[in-house]
């Protein structure tokens, strides 16, 4: 099995085709959510970021989930993370939402494991922004929308040549869930572009920095979904570090994060669920059962 090539290759059992097809393709979708406070204006806020990982086929030539059935070849298999991020800021509240999609598979000019898009959108009382990335050829293309005129309606585009990753697919990359990418210990060189949610916090352009990833320990940590062995993982991009606590046991949950802004959060529950079926209001316990506001109080 080929690993990204951006990651360092390690002598390590891997994760079992049939472990990750029989829990990933089970017809559910992990949810998980997590207390969040985010740092915005300069101040805490108290919020939800809720991370929802799926799979799904992607149509090759577009990138985009097609709606009836294709032929193996003009398809590649991903996993999806849907990442929600939801806050107040005084009167006017934020929802933030980037979706994240990583080849299950090896396809032409697509190692498994890499970016094949990233989409953003970002509503809030001012506005709205959408930004879109995603491999073509040997480049990532990408178009932003926004309603700040010195952003306005642009696009950008950056070489890849399968060495550069985006910085929001590490989120998936941590969990290790085709095989470890480090062992603990370890560290590895990239080039990433950064987070569109980064990029949106601080309205800097998109761009190709130097980052390391670090594989640092393990841990135990007190959770809300129980007691857990945990890796500790860090990304540094200059000298702001991302810091991640990653369930040591398969599937290698998310139940920890510290961002450079002082942006932090733990999990607060996870389920695996079929959640596109559950949209009846009897479903609404579901809810609760996430920690998720419900009707009467959003």
Known sequence: MKRIITLITVAATLVSADQFNNLWYDGNAELSTYVLKEKRYGEMRDGVRIMVFVTEPLRLSTKIKP??????????????????????????????????????????????????????????????????????????????????ESEGETTYAFKHQNSVESEDNLWLLVRELQGPILEIGESKQMRLIPSQWHIRKTHTDHRIVD??????????????????KAIVWSWTIDDAVTKVWVEAEYPHKILKFSEPDGSHGSISASVREPYWKLHRNKDLPLRKKLALPTDETL
């Open 67 to 148: 709606d009836s059935k294709i032929p193996d070849e003009e398809k590649i298999k991903v996993i999806k993370l849907n990442d929600l991020r939801k806050f107040v800021t005084g009167v006017y509240d934020y929802s933030a939402m980037t979706s994240v999609f990583a080849a299950v598979e090896e396809k032409p000019d697509i190692p498994q494991g890499s970016t094949v898009k990233v989409a953003s959108t970002m509503q809030e009382w001012c506005g709205t922004v959408f930004d879109r990335m995603r491999r073509d050829g040997d480049a990532y293309q990408g178009v932003l929308y926004s309603y700040f």
């Open 211 to 228: 980052a390391t990833l670090r594989k640092e320990r393990q841990t135990t940590l007190e959770t809300a979904i129980g007691r857990k």
